[in-house]
């Protein structure tokens, strides 16, 4: 039986790929007044897309839907404290997350955001085919399980008590 296929990013292609993503944001002519990044992955990118597009207006959305390498969840689930649509009213938003892989984490945010903002467009650094949202700016496609810099390596601490080994 053969591993299955994997993608690995380094803090330094993470870089190329924020600066990428934003210099796409900028060539398209969109000007998001805030950035809503999708915690934990996303808040990587948010930072580094705020940075490049000189947006200080940083939003974090709370999302829990993978559970360990290829398990989630049914159903992704916005964890508290929940983000009030009123800061977001009439705001043309950038959605930011490290990975569209189902898709069904950004579709969650983009629907919350709906009806509410001006405008809402995503950023990921990777799409994956299955995706339900085609995100509107991507640095990569793949269909590889992705090993990403930030958490590659097992916590330092054991939440559940004590030091990880």
Not at 123 to 138: F, G, L, N, Q, T
Request: proline share 5%; with cysteine.
């Amino acid at each position: 039986m053969t591993a299955p296929e994997r993608e690995t990013l380094t803090y330094e292609l993470f870089g190329t790929a924020g600066r990428a993503l934003a210099q796409q944001v900028a060539d398209d002519g969109y000007e998001p007044d805030l950035i809503l990044a999708i915690a934990r992955g996303g808040l990587f990118l948010g930072g580094a897309l705020g940075y490049a597009l000189d947006v200080k207006n940083l939003f974090v959305m709370n999302v829990e839907f993978y559970t360990g390498v290829d398990e989630r969840l049914e159903l992704p689930v916005m964890l508290p404290p929940n983000l009030d649509r009123v800061d977001l009213t009439g705001a043309n938003v950038l959605i930011a997350d490290d990975v569209a892989d189902t898709g069904k984490t950004l579709e969650l945010v983009r629907d919350f955001c709906a009806g509410y903002v001006a405008e809402v467009r995503s950023a990921v650094v990777y799409e994956k085919p299955r995706s339900v949202v085609k995100c509107d700016y991507v640095w990569k496609r793949t269909d590889a399980w992705i090993d990403f810099p930030w958490s590659v390596q097992p916590p330092v601490v054991n939440r559940r008590g004590g030091l990880a080994h």
